[in-house]
């Protein structure tokens, strides 16, 4: 019966290893067009704000309910290279809906719906808390501060720029945040038609994203005709229509440009750099006339040849999420999906992440020094540097083709035999992506062996440049003396 036993015991192990060198060995790689699962939040929400600063990714604020009474200033941030989230600081006023900007390295979370109160003496109607909150979270002290409020109490559509854009309505406003100071530009020239429902049509709501330094708004909008005010109407409005409107920050002005294929209405815009895969603008969002359980699509803007594409559908589909471009990645967080005949909301802590078309999967890393062929004095050492273009999770380096040696980043070798060596560096991105760089050989040689090295090369650079100068020399005394003959 023992030896039953431990044959079963030594059975396990050996397949418990075996399951996790296939796991090690089968790591899912990048593809264009397609969508992979990352760790998960630690606090399910929707409505929250989604946010990357140097290399992560910040989840703040949200709520657990469809009538504003469980909203949270929940603070998580991601890090994509351990793959892990982290607790941070809440936010000071809990919000959900709100807009948030990142700005020379802080997050910026402005407006939004803070709570509901009592609209009628029965409490059987309620009107939302809509919040005028300016706050600011520094990362780097994990600490909250309070700016000037905004010029008027709205649930905002967030611009983000070198500046921050809030529209409240056709109501444009810019934060100076080196100034804490407010100012309201050039009036859009037609209106959301969200803002003439009273905020009902969710599903009307413009997607906003920045390309160029400019602010172009999608969606659905009506023209606007000022009259005398008449029990509080200032305007008569027009028929919805799909348009895109583009504002200039530089110019104070705003163009409406040529409608697309395809106008989206509520959801977002993410805007690839063109760094780690060609510049496009990603619609993850609805078109206009869609209902607000409709499956949210994926479309990709090419600003090259004025194409679209039809990308990978949202494994998880869901609305009021979060969402930042990192590194050309597209992360979607949290949000909620609506299930059952009662369409009961349920609500997550997904993180989805989607590799857009044209990504470059494979990660580049450039050895900066030492120098290919070149000489190095044994009792300094060789620096070895080098130039990861991305977020890693393993680095290696090899000497001679001997066993990898892992690092954290530059490392000096120290130790090495006079002669000729090669080194080659190795990096694993946090999706299982492997890279060489190009084999670096050079020659380590000792103190007096270098000093010779060098003054050989000097010497041999003397008598080089003094060669030249006295062919120079030569010559221009050979064209002298021929010239005095002839005129002789």
């Known amino acids: 019966m023992n030896r039953v036993v431990v044959f079963m015991l ?58 504003a009474i469980k909203i949270l200033g929940t603070n998580e941030v991601y890090d994509p290279v351990s793959n892990t989230w982290t607790t941070l600081a809440p936010m000071p006023t809990p919000r959900t809906n709100f807009a948030i900007a990142a700005c020379e390295g802080k997050i910026y979370c402005i407006g939004g719906i803070a709570g509901r109160t009592p609209a009628d003496e029965w409490g059987l109607f309620y009107s939302l808390v809509l919040s005028d909150l300016v706050e600011v979270y520094d990362p780097a002290t994990n600490t909250w501060t309070r700016k000037a409020p905004m010029p008027s109490v709205s649930d905002p559509v967030v611009v983000v720029g070198e500046q921050i854009f809030i529209l409240d ?17 050039a009036l859009m020239p037609v209106t959301p038609q969200s803002v003439i429902s009273g905020g009902s049509g969710i599903a009307s709501r413009p997607v906003v994203f920045v390309v160029d330094g400019k602010l172009v708004f999608t969606g659905e909008f009506c023209s606007r005709t000022p009259y ?10 027009g028929p919805s229509e799909p348009k895109v409107m583009v504002y200039d920050p530089m110019l104070d002005v705003w163009v409406e440009e040529a409608v697309g294929p395809m106008v989206f209405c509520y959801g977002v815009g993410l805007v690839t750099s063109g760094v780690f895969a060609p510049p496009r603008v990603y619609f993850l969002g609805q078109s206009p006339g869609s209902t607000f359980r409709e499956v949210i699509t994926n479309q990709a803007y090419d600003f090259a040849d004025n194409t679209w594409r039809i990308g990978a559908a949202m494994p998880t589909s869901r609305v009021e999420f979060g969402a930042v471009v990192l590194d050309d990645l597209l992360y979607v967080i949290g949000g909620c999906t609506y299930v059952g005949y009662s369409e009961k909301a349920v609500y997550s802590v997904l993180n989805e992440v989607y590799v857009p078309f044209g990504y470059r999967s494979v990660p580049l890393v450039e050895v900066v020094s030492p120098l290919s062929e070149g000489v190095y004095d044994q009792s300094d050492g060789v620096d070895l540097e080098f130039v990861v273009d991305r977020p890693f999770s393993l680095l290696s380096y090899c000497v001679d083709g001997g066993g990898n040696v892992s690092v954290g980043g530059n490392v000096s070798l120290s130790g090495l035999s006079l002669g000729v060596h090669s080194v080659v560096v190795f990096v694993e991105d946090f999706f299982g992506n492997v890279e060489v ?39 221009v005394l050979l064209v002298y003396f021929r010239r005095r003959r002839v005129r002789s």
């Open 437 to 475: 760089s190009e084999t670096v050989t050079f020659t380590v040689v000792s103190g007096s062996s270098f000093v010779s090295w060098v003054a050989s090369f000097l010497t041999f650079s003397v008598l080089v440049v003094l060669g030249v100068v006295v062919g120079v020399v030569v010559a």
């Open 169 to 185: 309505g056709f109501n444009l406003y810019m934060f100076d945040t080196s100034t804490n100071r407010w100012t309201e530009r």
């Open 10 to 67: 030594v059975f396990v192990f050996v397949w418990g290893l075996f399951a996790v060198g296939l796991g090690l060995v089968s790591a899912e790689p990048l593809v264009e067009d397609s969508w992979h699962t990352m760790a998960p939040m630690r606090q399910a929400r929707s409505g929250l704000g989604v946010v990357a600063v140097d290399g992560k990714i910040y989840a703040i604020g949200g709520a657990l309910d469809q009538y």
């Open 228 to 237: 005398l005010p008449v029990e509080g109407v200032r305007f008569s409005y």
